[in-house]
Structures are given as structure tokens and as C-alpha cells.
């Protein structure tokens, strides 16, 4: 991979929590799926707050305010293939009727309860920070290199 192929992604990620239940949308690539906090990628000149509340629109149809940072971790490919910088913020809803967006990948979205977080395949697999967050616990800002591969 040359130097110019290798760059830095930004993604940002929403926590919105609704009677004490995580919300989650899944993904479905290549015949696999997982599940993801809404969000997505940063784009250039866009903050992001703004790139937040714009993937909470373009996957849920909701509008959200963006609330505290909750913490921040890499997800750094074991080969070097990828880097991502992934943000959390604490979420609120603002309104808007809940429907999936148009996005292939996107297959839909639930609210999780604690303990159904435990197993679920998460990307990046921040299942235990979820779970302390859902507890009212304390994290670190910063919870370091995190990728799970298949």
C-alpha cells in the first residue's frame, strides 16, 4: 500500500439511549452482518457534531443533538490495510419517525438492553464500554486499539 493510499479515517458515533436501551443499527457486507452505532465518516470542513446530526438524518430519518464526548478509540487493521478514528458523543433525540435509510449496507436498526450487548457483534467491539455506559460507570476517554476481525 503506497503512503498516499494510507489515510487517517474520522468516524463519528452516536449513544442514544431510550428507556434504558442502546440504539444500534445493523450492516450487512458481504453476506455478513453486524451491527454499529449510528454515524459514519467525517468529511472534510464538516464537524463533527454537524457530521453526526447529518448520519443520524441520512440512516434513521431522525434529527438528534449532539450531547458530551463519551470516549474515543482506533481501530487499526493488525496489516496496516486500515485506520479509523472512532468518536463517541452522547445523543439526544429530537424527533423524526425512525426509518432505515437508503444506504445498501443498511439492513435496520433496534434498542438493545444491557445484557443483550454482552454477545452481539459489534464493530468496533466496544461492547464493554457500552455496558459501563448503560451502568452509569465511568470510562476512560481514551480505550485504545480495538479491531476485531470476522
Given amino acids: 500500500m503506497s503512503d498516499i493510499e494510507k489515510k487517517l479515517r474520522v468516524r ?15 450492516h450487512k457486507k458481504n453476506e455478513e452482518v453486524y451491527w454499529l452505532l ?3 465518516g ?7 457534531d454537524e457530521a453526526l446530526i447529518r448520519e443520524f438524518s441520512e440512516e434513521l ?19 496496516g490495510q486500515r485506520h479509523i478514528l472512532n468518536i ?4 439526544s433525540y429530537n424527533g423524526g419517525r425512525f426509518h432505515i435509510g437508503d444506504e445498501e449496507r443498511l ?19 466496544v461492547n464493554n464500554e457500552l455496558i459501563s ?13 480495538m479491531w476485531r476481525i470476522k
Avoid: Q, W
Fill in 12 to 26: 463519528v458515533a452516536g449513544i442514544l439511549v431510550r428507556d434504558n436501551k442502546l440504539l444500534l443499527i445493523s
Fill in 38 to 40: 449510528p454515524g459514519g
Fill in 42 to 48: 467525517v468529511d472534510f470542513g464538516e464537524s463533527l
Fill in 61 to 79: 430519518n431522525i434529527s438528534i443533538e449532539v450531547k458530551k464526548l463519551a470516549f474515543i478509540c482506533d481501530s487499526i487493521h493488525p496489516e
Fill in 88 to 91: 463517541f458523543f452522547h445523543c
Fill in 107 to 125: 439492513l435496520g436498526y433496534s434498542f438493545f438492553e444491557l445484557e443483550e450487548l454482552k454477545g452481539l457483534r459489534l464493530f468496533p467491539p
Fill in 133 to 145: 455506559i448503560l451502568m452509569n460507570e465511568e470510562i476512560d476517554s481514551y480505550t485504545g486499539k
